[in-house]
């Protein structure tokens, strides 16, 4: 509290005197200043001076002059003072609300047209918490990438994230990307929808099912309710965010973690330097083609954690549940490396292209599966390898292939062991495919 106020008689000393303190920002589009300052892991200071004029937008990069300010540039708004950044937005191109600005402002306010000024303050100080995080409750999904959680700990300490769960209408749900930022980085390790984190597909609402690692606890077609227990380990920091592709209301989530624990997958106890890595792909996948779902450059060890994998196509059918996945340790051994599996339903535990159907256990689960001649083929599918890790000192590469070939092979069965020129498996089809492959790294 006392960092806050000293902050404040700064402000109003340094405005009073010419130019605009160090601390003022112009918030991204339709973010509230809790969290644009939380991007930088500051505190809002809810207390913005204008001294009645447009000098904090100009000083700010904003030229007020093009266009009269609705309402005589009066505030009449908790999310001003702000400029209209929207082109659809009756307002475009106004500094707004700049005259008469209250002594208290709202940090927490946002509208999807503007950008806030906004007084970031103090820096967070590192935390010694052992439990820490945050929940929202009946709040918003905003389209533009919102802060929720952000949480600094001090060096020689480790945190990990263990614990996510979110719950919103199905539209919502579809379009909700929840990005994981770990000690600093400008790129998110972990981009995440919540069901292909939960290794479902095509947001499948059967429910209510669960492993200790994932599962759906509500669903059938209303609001579902994802979670996972993944640990996310970082070292210095962790900045959570959410965006959708429009503003959707009633939406709920929980983000939790934990200060130096044990960080032990199966029998392994990771390093205290391992980074969790979300490796994904999106997109068309042709006839037998070979799809990298890891790739971890040399220099590099870890383990594989997780895979879950997504398949479609126009009712062509399951051939594609002929491809084999290969491991590569290093990364560019030769072929065919480790088969680890002899079909695709195969390294998911099951057979048969899957013919009894839906399942959800510990180690693996086939989450959906739609099979419609001439119409739709819909397949999704997760595994862990905590009970058998996929573990390596040098590089990795972990592949899988649509479809498969036959041919020779030094075992007498060619599936699995030919690259080249053996005839296909039935009319193997991967029109789209989504992989999301959870992997932990860190430097040799």
Known sequence: MFSVILSLSLIVAATAAGPVPPGYILGPQGVSCEAA???????????????????????????????????????????????????????????????????????????????????????LEPSSALTFGTGLSGGSVPAAETTLFAHQIAPGHVGVMNHFWSTCSPA?????????????????????????????????????????????????????AWFHNIKIPFQKSIRITIQADKSYGGFYIIVRGGLDLPLVVGDVTLPPTARMQLQKFEGRVDPLQVLDIVNVPKGFSGQHFMSALAVNNSGVGLNFLEGCYHMYDPADQAFPGTVLSTGTEDYFDSGWYFNAGEFHLPVSGMTHLVNQPKNVTEWSAYRFHEMDPLRFGNGFRLTWRCGDMTGSAPDGGGKCYTQTGGPPVGNPVCEHVISYAWVYVWPN
């Not at 913005?48 to 904090?56: E, G, L, M, N």
């Not at 505030?75 to 659809?88: C, T, V």
């Not at 379009?175 to 994981?180: F, G, K, M, P, Q």
Request: hydrophobic letters at 30%; aromatic letters at 8%.
């Open 172 to 224: 919502a749900e579809t379009n909700l990307l929840v990005r994981y930022y770990i000690d600093g980085e400008a790129n998110a390790s972990i981009a995440m929808h919540p069901a292909m984190a939960a290794g479902t597909g095509f947001d499948d609402p059967s429910a209510p099912w669960g492993t200790k690692w994932i599962g759906l606890g509500a669903g059938k077609g209303g609001g579902q």
């Open 37 to 123: 300052c939380l991007d930088t892991f500051r505190t809002c200071v809810p207390h913005v001076v204008t001294d009645d004029s447009t000098k904090i937008f100009e000083e700010l990069g904003i030229d007020c002059s093009k266009k009269p300010s609705a309402q005589g540039g009066k505030w009449w708004a908790a999310d001003q003072p702000s400029y209209s950044s929207d082109p659809q937005d009756v307002n475009y191109g106004e500094c707004l609300g700049y005259i008469g600005t209250p002594n208290i402002s709202s940090c927490g306010a946002a509208e999807s047209s503007v950008r806030r000024v906004c007084q970031c303050g103090a820096l």
